[in-house]
T-cell receptor, first 113, second 109 residues
Framework: NAGVMQNPRHLVRRRGQEARLRCSPM?????VYWYRQLPEEGLKFMVY????????ESGMPKERFSAEFPKEGPSILRIQQVVRGDSAAYFC???????????FGSGTQLSVL | EDKVVQSPLSLVVHEGDTVTLNCSYE??????LLWYKQEKKAPTFLFML????IEKKSGRLSSILDKKELFSILNITATQTGDSAVYLC?????????FGTGTRLKVLA
């Protein structure tokens, strides 16, 4: 039973390019959460999705950031026109129900040059 | 606004010591409180607590929740260097999980 899979592990982009981060939740999980973590800081909630629906995107900047979780395929966090301040570790997590154990992927380290 | 506060922010102890990490919270529609250990990469799950006063235990680690006073503690007895990590507390509310900033524990040999 594979865990939460994220790719790529490392992503380097130049300012102005697009970053696309992928997350396949644990088998049987339909609830996906994205978090951002800066060095020496905690996990900041970005967005919560359930299959095909965005439930809560209150932690995600309204410009340049978007997320989806299609019926088929992984969840995608998309950052358009990246800036240096977007450099961070982005973690995806999944659960089978809200409030239950949350399992994390290994994260994507985004570096913007 | 939902929030989770952990203390202390950092802690340095010697092997064999016992440590207590604290987590207080304010959240709408509380569902559960979870503890995680984070070393260099993904947080790994330790405990999930939903009921007051029931201690969860795993080896040298234990945790308890007080829903009246809105806090939880994580105890680690007979610490080892492998316990060095950031310990994260998270609380689940209506939809999302809110994390504290973590306690950075360093155990010296």
């Amino acid at each position: 039973n594979a865990g939460v899979m994220q790719n790529p592990r490392h992503l380097v982009r130049r300012r102005g390019q697009e970053a696309r981060l992928r997350c396949s939740p644990m088998k049987g999980h339909s609830h996906v959460y994205w978090y951002r973590q800066l060095p020496e800081e905690g996990l900041k909630f970005m967005v919560y999705l359930q299959k095909e629906n965005i439930i809560d995107e209150s932690g995600m900047p309204k410009e340049r950031f978007s997320a989806e979780f299609p019926k088929e395929g992984p969840s995608i966090l998309r950052i358009q026109q990246v800036v240096r301040g977007d450099s961070a570790a982005y973690f995806c997590a999944s659960s089978d129900r809200p409030g239950e154990k949350l399992f994390f992927g290994s994260g994507t380290q985004l570096s913007v040059l | 606004e939902d929030k989770v506060v952990q203390s202390p922010l950092s802690l340095v102890v010697h092997e064999g010591d016992t440590v207590t990490l604290n987590c207080s919270y304010e959240v709408t529609n509380f569902r559960s409180l979870l503890w995680y250990k984070q070393e260099k990469k993904a947080p790994t799950f330790l405990f999930m607590l939903t009921s007051s006063g029931i201690e969860k235990k795993s080896g040298r680690l234990s945790s308890i929740l007080d829903k009246k006073e809105l806090f939880s503690i994580l105890n680690i007895t007979a610490t080892q260097t492998g316990d060095s990590a950031v310990y994260l507390c998270a609380v689940s509310g209506t939809y999302k999980y809110i994390f504290g900033t973590g306690t950075r524990l360093k155990v010296l040999a």
